[in-house]
C-alpha cells in the first residue's frame, strides 16, 4: 500500500498530479536530445528547466499551514533560419518564387521562354 503523504522530492514527481510534471520535463528532455541529434554541428546548448516557485499559506496569527508550489517548465533550443530567399511580389499581394530557381524570381520555364514573343536576352537585374 502506497504511502498516505510523500515527501516533496525529484523521485516523488513521477507520483504527483498523476506524474504530469515529471512526463512533461521528460517530454521537454526527448525534444532536447532529439535536436541534439538533428543538429549535431550546431554547438549551442540545449536547456530545459525545471523552476519551482513556493508561495507560503499563513493562518490568521501568521503561522505557516500550508505552501502553495507550482512548477513552471521551460526549454530554450537554437533558432532554426533559412538562407535568405528573393521572391517576386505579385499583384494579388502574394509572394512568388521560381520553382526551379527559388533565387531568380524573374527566371523561366524553358516553356515560359518558348512561350515568350520577345525570346530574346532579357536585361540582366542586379542583385
Do not use: C, Y
Amino acid at each position: 500500500m502506497k504511502p498516505h503523504m510523500l515527501t516533496l522530492s525529484l523521485p516523488a514527481l513521477t507520483e504527483l498530479d498523476g506524474g504530469a510534471v515529471a512526463e512533461a520535463w521528460l517530454e521537454l528532455a526527448q525534444q532536447a536530445v532529439a535536436d541534439l541529434h538533428n543538429r549535431p554541428q550546431l554547438k549551442d546548448k540545449r536547456k530545459v528547466t525545471l523552476t519551482v516557485e513556493f508561495s507560503p499559506v499563513p493562518d490568521k496569527s501568521g503561522e505557516l499551514i500550508e505552501v502553495t508550489t507550482a512548477f513552471k517548465l521551460k526549454s530554450s533550443l537554437p533558432t532554426s533560419a533559412s538562407r535568405d530567399f528573393r521572391l517576386s511580389p505579385a499583384k494579388d499581394n502574394l509572394l512568388k518564387f521560381g520553382l526551379f530557381n527559388p533565387d531568380d524570381p524573374s527566371q523561366l520555364t524553358l516553356e515560359e521562354a518558348a512561350a515568350r514573343k520577345d525570346a530574346g536576352p532579357r536585361p540582366i537585374k542586379e542583385a
